[in-house]
DNA sequence: ATATATTTTTAGACTTATCTAAAAATTGCA
DNA sequence: TGCAATTTTTAGATAAGTCTAAAAATATAT
């Protein structure tokens, strides 16, 4: 959404313009699914710009030791890399939960703020924003905060969509957190915290039909694929 | 401090660059000083940059509208100029007092942290900011904050240095704003709220002698040409 | 294995914001 | 008033991040 670039006078070493600590964040996120390397297209199509552009910034962000690359190979994260990168997602997901818990956002209208206010530059500022909001673990969608030393606490979730029959849990988080999908779960009443327990399962298209709140409410397999469960 | 600047995919209209809002701020506060027009050099100075590179900005803001501009007679800000340039104080204040009253940051704290989060887009931000502080008037040096449709309370203040000999009021405000003097207030316990009277006053240097605390303290004209006072 | 398709990189160009150095305009002083 | 000093603008460069189009490398498929 944001192509966002600072400079800052007489810049200290470990500090980087927006667009690197996007491109970082979007090799962090794509490491999951590519571990062997993030591959240029995929990288460009995560940040929505030519593969071209995304080449030259490689090379920049190699240059500066913060990504491994060797021509044609995909890239990795450096370790200093990845300690940017988890530091920039600490930010976001901290600012979600202010905007969340202090100023009345919905889940659905706080990534966009937060995409900028994770570029603030202040060590200051997030240790005492953490405090402030007593060192939440979790951000509005459930994703994990790591922790100033960059931590992620593990937990043990799953999605809806690989309950069987009669199995319950508690909702715990979102895999998909666009706004559509997030105000599909607010007009259904489905939120973190609440407990759902599959009342029926199709074999031929994987939808559900689920017990929440006392009701029954039948999903399909894209609302179960994107919903994770904390089994009880 | 610091130079920065932002790009947004799908611009909206209204929306400036972070060296375009600061250019404005900066001429918005020289046009109290230079009410004729701002000269390049002023702009420069205030900037920390070349007169060269004003001179560029300025077209750049005149071709906007933002300024009203003819070659060599200086610039003023047009009514969108304004405008702008009062909502990114509006933001920078208001930051300002979140860092100080929720996030433990000192007055001398808290400049370069707002100069960066002033320019963070969102309406429902600021406006949600606003409600979360209770709508301060004043941030932490005394300075008013602008309400959403940009109008300053006016507040009667006097500098403390135009006070005569046995003359009292209430620190409201400070005319220089840089840590060194506000750390120099701390350390001698001045500060807004506190009331001072005026013990004695030296024709020759203007140095007083003030009444703080039940204590005295002797202080510079320097000190006292920068504290506001209202008069009680 | 070789030709085709895809992916990735390079080359050259554009924009924003900056700079230096030189030219132009204005001001100020004697 | 007229020449020097100052201020302001212009001209040409640079850097970051982007783009398009073309070239190079890798992958695929028969």
Redesign the pocket.
């Known amino acids: 959404m944001f192509?966002n670039?600072v400079f800052l006078k007489s810049k200290k070493s470990h500090m980087y313009?927006f667009?690197?600590e996007n491109y970082l964040k979007a090799i962090f996120h794509l490491e999951r699914m590519y571990p062997s390397g993030v591959?240029?297209?995929a990288l460009a199509e995560q940040m929505e710009?030519?593969?071209?552009?995304?080449?030259?910034?490689?090379?920049?962000l190699s240059d500066k030791d913060l990504v491994n690359y060797k021509?044609?190979q995909?890239v990795k994260l450096s370790r200093a890399g990845k300690h940017t990168a988890v530091s920039v997602i600490r930010k976001h997901r901290l600012w979600e939960v202010f905007l969340v818990e202090k100023l009345n956002f919905n889940w659905d209208e706080v990534h966009d703020v937060a995409e900028q206010l994770e570029h603030i530059q202040s060590e200051k500022l997030i240790k005492e924003l953490d405090r402030f909001l007593e060192f939440p673990k979790r951000d509005p969608h459930g994703d994990p905060i790591p922790d100033a030393e960059g931590n992620f606490a593990v937990f043990n979730k799953v999605l809806l969509a690989d309950l069987d029959k009669g199995e319950a849990g508690i909702c715990v988080g979102v895999r998909d957190s666009t706004p559509a999908f997030l105000q599909f779960l607010d007009k259904h009443n489905i939120s973190l915290g609440k407990e759902i327990k599959v009342m029926e399962k199709e074999d031929f298209d994987q939808s559900m039909k689920i017990k929440l709140d006392q009701a029954e409410l039948r999903i399909s397999h894209q609302i179960s694929g994107n919903l994770y469960i904390k089994t009880t």
């Open positions: 192509i670039f313009t667009s690197e591959s240029t297209n710009t030519k593969a071209s552009s995304v080449t030259d910034m490689i090379k920049k021509k044609y995909g």
